[in-house]
């Protein structure tokens, strides 16, 4: 019996109920039809079902399942090391260099390859010259000292004898500062000549020349040396004074390399210190 008449036959009454137990499609046809009681009135019982087929549980027309991958839980997934930031790599390259560029200041100087520093244009000689005269039983000594240095101090010791240095006179100090050229005169009156004289000259307390001399009737000029005090030059002094950097150009603002003062002791501790930090914390 085809599909159309065994409807036909279900509508009409016509089909043998035990059609209906042994076909499921039918059966439920009917159930929507006449209703399950009238069925069950009727003396037909329904066909058994299959089993329901779980979504969850389908197999592909290849009968092969198909395992999902685990999803990791937010606390499982894998942290991605952090990015080294460009912060921190320009404070290791700047620990660095200030390290080699105070290590090299010390030791050899900044001055052997950078030419920062100008010499100073030389001074002229000092020159210490003293004049003695004997007039009317009086001896008179002038000292004339010229191209001193205005900012140090300067004094002058002397002391005056007779009969050829045998008898003493007198003795005395001048000082003076802030002035480049002196002249001062002393006179002393004596009895037996010749007179005679010792004179020695000071730059900040510590003796730079002589003047020695004696005079009978005549006035004689004694002259011991001329002095010329050398500036510093750059090329003795390489290391620059960090504390004076603002006035590089001065030979005052470096010294000889080879040691180090208190300024440079201080930024070798800070630039080894940003180097160590930041290359343990790169690691």
């Known amino acids: 019996m085809g599909d159309a008449e065994r409807v036909k036959g279900l509508l009409d009454g016509s089909m043998d109920p035990t059609e209906l137990e042994e076909d499921v499609e039918l059966y439920a ?36 399942e198909v395992e999902l991958p685990d999803i990791l839980e937010v606390d499982e997934v894998p942290e991605r090391p952090p990015k080294e930031s460009s912060g921190s790599r320009i404070i290791l390259m700047a620990g660095l260099v200030g390290l080699v560029l105070v290590s090299v200041n010390v030791s050899i100087g900044i001055g052997q390859y950078l ?27 002038t000292w004339t000292v010229t191209n001193l240095n205005t900012s140090l101090d300067y004094s002058i010791y002397w002391s005056m004898s007779q009969n050829g240095s045998s008898e003493f006179v007198d003795a005395d100090w001048f000082n003076w500062t802030g002035s480049s050229n002196l002249i001062h005169s002393e006179n002393r009156p004596v009895s037996t000549q010749p007179g005679c004289y010792t004179s020695t000259l000071y730059s900040e307390g510590i003796e730079i020349s002589q003047s020695n001399g ?67 914390r790169k690691k």
């Open 29 to 64: 046809l009917a159930e929507r039809i006449y209703g399950r009681e009238a069925l069950d009135e009727m003396g037909v019982v329904a066909p058994m079902r299959p089993p329901e087929v779980d979504p969850a549980n389908h197999s592909n027309g290849n009968n092969l």
């Open 115 to 141: 030419a920062l520093c100008e010499d100073q244009v030389e001074a002229p000689p000092l020159s210490f010259t003293t004049l003695s005269n004997w007039q009317n039983d009086t001896m008179h000594i």
């Open 214 to 280: 004696c005079t009978e009737n005549s006035s004689t000029i004694s002259i011991l040396a001329v002095i010329s005090e050398v500036p510093a030059q750059c090329e003795d002094n390489t290391r620059l004074l960090w504390d004076k950097v603002g006035e590089y150009e001065s030979v005052d603002s470096w010294a000889a390399a080879g040691t180090g003062g208190l300024l440079d002791g201080a930024l070798l501790m800070l630039f080894g210190m940003i180097t160590l930090r930041s290359a343990f």
